[in-house]
């Protein structure tokens, strides 16, 4: 079970720390027993920052995957830079699209950033991000918890 909140403006541990009360509850409130694992996802800034790495992946998600028009994507070493980047995002499907007046409104980014969390096939350029790498980690801990995945 992936359990996320932004880390904003806050400190990691305080996250952290909502998130396992969270996880108690949770696993308080289940009737039926099973196994499973909970890992934290705290991106520094918002989830939407990590999706910022791949224009391809966002002009197919958007629609319009032959658009030769080049995006405005920040460089992976300034991710965590972006004031706000579900604005940016955003704006970045709005670009892909290729759509213009009536047509551009039509756009719903917030559908579009879930199919594109899909079609990212390569996160290594979030490698160097420290939070993107203690998600990594926990992730395969979790896994190697249920026995699911050997490394």
Known sequence: VLIHRDQDNSRRSNRLREIEEAEEI???????????????V?????TETWLLIDEAALKKAAGFPANKSALDLPKPN????IAN?????YELI????GLSGRRLKKVR????MHSLAATIKDYSPLDHLSAFQVLRTDIEKAF?????YQS
């Open 26 to 40: 949770a696993r308080a409130n289940v009737s039926a027993p099973g196994e499973s694992v909970c890992v934290a």
């Open 144 to 148: 190697s918890e249920l026995k699911v």
């Open 78 to 81: 300034r991710l965590e830079g």
């Open 94 to 97: 709005k670009d892909a699209s």
């Open 109 to 112: 980014p917030a559908q579009t």
């Open 42 to 46: 705290i991106p520094v800034r918002m």
């Open 85 to 89: 980047p579900k604005e940016k995002l």
